[in-house]
């Protein structure tokens, strides 16, 4: 749990190193995966007007084949966007954990 307060540094001289090394970790880790989730969310949306774009420019192609394919493509490309910025807003979003009652969800 990158989000768990960092561990105590006390006792013996290893002891504390180690800990002092696993807290290193944890702050490394937690900004690198806020980076990473800054570029993609950064990246998915730059993408979103050059495909708008593709999108009109296709919509010109007299090729009734060729067309369905660059939309079947062009479809492609915006799920993996969306899926992009899905992924970016979940990393970001902390939810609180709780316990759920899996018959009653089930039933109902």
């Known amino acids: ?9 006390e006792g013996a001289r290893e002891v504390r190193q180690a800990a002092e090394a696993l807290n290193a970790m ?16 950064a990246v998915a949306h730059d993408l979103q007007t050059p495909l708008t774009r593709m999108r009109l420019r296709i ?3 007299d090729d009734e084949t060729l067309r ?8 492609a490309m915006q ?13 970001t979003t902390a939810e ?9 969800l089930l039933s109902a």
């Open 59 to 61: 919509e010109k192609v």
């Open 96 to 104: 609180d954990v709780v316990s759920v009652d899996l018959d009653a």
């Open 1 to 9: 749990d990158l989000d768990r307060p960092p561990l105590v540094a």
């Open 26 to 41: 944890q702050t490394r880790l937690k900004a690198l995966i806020e980076d990473r989730t800054r570029v993609l969310a």
């Open 79 to 91: 799920h993996l966007v969306r899926e992009g910025l899905d992924l970016a807003r979940i990393e």
């Open 68 to 75: 369905a394919q660059l939309v079947n493509d062009l479809a």
